[in-house]
């Protein structure tokens, strides 16, 4: 399987952005999937996970009620809608999926995106 994360910018804070993940190569109705971020000079960090049903979702607290998790899997994507961005989401964002439950290590995720960076101002 293969992702492509994309939609990631330069905004101000207090703005609202949406990423995008393609999933190539099987149905991404095979996977749970994730969220995670990196800024400069951090540890790479959990941001939200997904079931491959979608029913269950799971964020981190430093996004709780700012970003929404979700998914089509009839068109082989999976989304992150952020809201109310804080200078502190600046992080390249990737894309992971994983066979089972929803995860929030990054070990537990075998596959992965490139990367979309998300950069915002104050």
């Known amino acids: 399987v293969q992702l492509q994360a994309s939609g990631g910018g330069l905004l101000q804070a207090g703005g609202s952005l949406t990423l995008s993940c393609a999933v190539f190569?099987?149905?991404?109705?095979?996977?749970?999937m994730g969220w995670f971020r990196q800024a400069p000079g951090k540890e790479r960090e959990f941001v939200a996970t997904i079931t491959w049903h979608g029913s269950r979702t799971y964020a981190a607290d430093s996004v709780k009620g700012r970003f929404t998790i979700s998914r089509d899997n009839a068109k082989n994507m999976v989304y992150l809608q952020m809201n109310s961005l804080k200078p502190d989401d600046t992080a390249v964002y990737y894309c992971?999926?994983?066979?089972?439950?929803?995860?929030?290590?990054?070990?537990?995720?075998?596959?992965w995106g490139q990367g979309t960076l998300v950069t915002v101002s104050s």
């Open positions: 190569g099987r149905p991404a109705s095979t996977y749970s």
């Open positions: 992971a999926a994983r066979t089972g439950d929803i995860y929030s290590l990054s070990s537990g995720y075998p596959y």
